[in-house]
């Protein structure tokens, strides 16, 4: 006997029966402080794995929690009815550091809901993502028209360190015709979003030496260039006046023609009033399809602690977003090249690479893709998705093309501009979020429907 297939009010009325046993758990989830980095308690990773694997369980699927050498992921598994494609679902539960706690307006692992936002860490990146899976797959309950494998990394924040060990290991439990994975953002609070390329990653270190040990800096100050001087010197060589990035040889084009007003965008951002915008062109390109060069920290000493004394050494660490076309290992090479042709004064630079990520572009055209569209034009009530670029990285979508070259990829959200995923008061927009998991219960019977046809 043929199951009979969920129309889409049959899913409508399950995925609003569903969400608030959706919510309950992912405010469990939230709570689980599972930070991967060194020097943070992985018991907590532990934790929360097992608690996605129970959640998986519970939705009847055969599930492991595996690892490749670094932190668990869990994989679950249904069978597809015959015939039927088998669909990926990715998502990742472990989270970022808080950071400073004093910026935090509630405990940042008690959920907390205000104006219409769920705020706590993993809210919205990426504990929403998994539970967007488990909403789907809770709406279809037996009658799920297409295989599913379900998989939840545990170090995505921290580099995926172990992702390519694990996906060579379960190579044949992962394979499938769609890959979802729910891990990027919206347009808009009321614009759905697919997202089409994103950029790639260079972290490294340099540190520059003027000196073997401190020296007193009236006695000698005027003649030897102190570190940390000489740091700021060659940091201030990696932009133009304009802001653009000064590195010779780095990959930039066009982005798509999308248009992020002025206004809009230094609101999004929190930028202070009279502060004008790094680079050239338009912003979309500035943040999707060219360069970034950012100084994330400098060791240097603090200014409560200084004493008069010229600083001997100096270092900063410094992070590269790579437009889609270029190549990490290359990008470092330029990037290294750079900083010790530009060396102020003679000064000894040292350059420590950290990691990687190739930047992606991915071509969505084809039915599955038109699967998605019409699922997010349903969702968001005849509201079309807006095709973007993302500025930040996700490396491992492209080690997902090349390990799985026939799978239609589909790079979805659950955030919005005002989620503020890695920053203090992280938050979750509630009615994004249902819209979210009705279009990806819409979406597996969409691409149910292309596999009958």
């Not at 999707?288 to 200084?306: C, F, N, S």
Request: proline share 6%; charged share 25%; with cysteine.
């Amino acid at each position: 006997m043929t199951t009979p297939i969920m129309t889409e009010s049959d899913l409508r009325e399950a995925v609003a029966r569903e969400l608030p046993g959706v919510r309950a758990d992912l405010e469990r989830l939230v709570r689980i402080p599972g930070i991967a980095f060194d020097g943070f308690d992985h018991a907590h990773v532990e934790r929360s794995a097992e608690a996605v694997a129970e959640l998986l369980r519970g939705c009847g699927l055969d599930v492991e929690v595996a690892r490749a050498g670094g932190q668990p992921a869990v994989i679950g598994r249904r069978a597809a009815p015959p015939g039927a494609p088998t669909v990926m679902l990715y998502a990742h539960h472990d989270v970022q550091p808080i950071g400073d706690p004093t910026l935090w307006e509630s405990d940042p692992f008690e959920p907390v809901e205000r104006d219409g936002r769920l705020y706590g860490r993993g809210a919205a990146d990426d504990k929403a993502g998994i539970m967007a899976h488990v909403a789907a797959l809770r709406a279809f309950g037996d009658r799920l028209p297409v295989g599913v494998v379900v998989f939840v990394e545990g170090e995505e924040e921290y580099g995926s360190d172990s992702l390519e060990r694990l996906l060579a290991e379960h190579r044949d439990k992962l394979t499938a015709d769609v890959i979802v994975i729910a891990d990027s953002t919206n347009w808009d609070v009321g614009v759905p979003a697919l997202t089409t390329s994103l950029r790639g990653i260079v972290n490294c270190f340099v540190e520059v030496r003027t000196l073997d040990h401190a020296v007193h800096s009236g006695m000698f100050g005027g003649a030897v260039p102190d570190a940390l001087t000489t740091l700021v010197r060659l940091l201030a060589t990696l932009h133009d006046d304009a802001g653009n990035v000064a590195v010779a040889d780095l990959v930039g084009r066009e982005a798509a023609r999308v248009d992020y007003p002025e206004d809009r965008f230094r609101a999004e951002a929190g930028l202070a009033d009279g502060v004008r915008l790094f680079g050239t062109g338009r912003i979309t390109d500035r943040l999707w399809t060219k360069p970034a060069l950012a100084v994330l920290g400098i060791d240097a000493p603090a200014t409560g602690e200084a004493p008069n004394a010229l600083v001997p050494a100096a270092k900063a660490k410094l992070s590269v977003r790579l437009a889609p076309g270029d190549e990490p290992k290359r990008a470092y090479a330029a990037l290294r090249a750079h900083l010790e042709r530009h060396a102020p004064w003679g000064a000894q630079v040292e350059v420590t690479f950290e990691h990687d990520g190739a930047p992606c572009v991915i071509d969505a055209s084809g039915p599955m893709f038109d699967a998605a569209r019409s699922a997010f034009r349903t969702a968001w009530d005849g509201t079309d998705a807006v095709e973007i670029g993302v500025g930040g990285s996700i490396p491992f979508i492209a080690t997902f093309q090349e390990m799985f070259p026939q799978a239609a990829i589909l790079v979805t959200g659950v955030e919005d501009p005002h989620a503020r995923a890695h920053g203090p008061n992280e938050s979750l927009h509630l009615g994004e979020f249902a819209r979210v998991c009705l279009a990806e219960a819409l979406l597996l019977a969409g691409v149910a429907e292309v596999g009958r046809g």
